[in-house]
């Protein structure tokens, strides 16, 4: 079973549709026990930063996820989710994230306009069992203003150009982030989460 955490940050019945359709087991929920005996986490996201990382800790759920990323449980986070998984966010002020990958958040480019929406292609940075059946420059849907800026290149899995090189997918032994909507990125979209679904025993 996987546990979408469900925090109040975007509507996730696309997400579960799209889990179900690929027969992978999920349920939302914000309880602590079903979450830690989940066999997997998904944490997704719209919105702010901020607001995300203050809905987690009123939850009370920040030393959860932590714990069960340091347990080696495989942890995706999508959108705003896998930007909660860095140290740092810069978007409208500096906020704490959940520490699990080396790196911080900030404004995409000036240069583009923001926000960062509609489809834009993939460019692979390293071989990865996360893009199998992934073709170099396959399509992939985006919604996002902010964008992880610093982080460890040999976390960084594949990327996208918007005013500059934007992680798209990144990897840190188990724990996994996609800056775009799987769920809403058609078969390419499909097939990055069977992928996921691959890791998880």
């Known amino acids: 079973m996987i ?35 989940a066999t997997a986490i998904i944490l997704p996201g719209v919105g702010a930063f901020k607001d995300a990382i203050e809905a987690l800790g009123e939850l009370d759920l920040i030393r959860t996820i932590q714990q069960e990323a340091s347990s080696g449980k495989p942890l995706l986070g999508i959108c705003l989710g896998m930007q909660l998984f860095y ?72 990327s996208a150009d918007y005013g500059g090189m934007v992680p798209a997918v990144v990897q840190k032994e188990n724990i996994i982030g996609m800056q775009f909507h799987p769920e809403k990125s058609g078969e390419v979209g499909l097939q990055l989460l069977q992928n996921f679904g691959e890791m998880i025993s």
């Open 3 to 37: 546990a979408i955490i469900d925090y109040g940050a975007g509507n996730i019945k696309s997400l579960q549709f799209a889990l179900t359709k690929l027969e992978l087991d999920s349920c939302l929920t914000t309880d602590k026990q079903t979450i830690e005996n």
């Open 87 to 158: 140290e740092r966010s810069y978007e409208d002020g500096d906020w704490q994230g959940l520490g699990l990958i080396q790196g911080d958040v900030k404004r995409i480019a000036e240069s583009v306009k923001v926000p960062h929406m509609g489809w834009n292609t993939l460019s692979h940075r390293q071989k990865n069992p996360l893009l199998s059946n992934i073709k170099e420059n396959a399509y992939v849907y985006f919604v996002h203003s902010y964008a992880v800026s610093s982080y460890q290149k040999e976390d960084l899995v594949s």
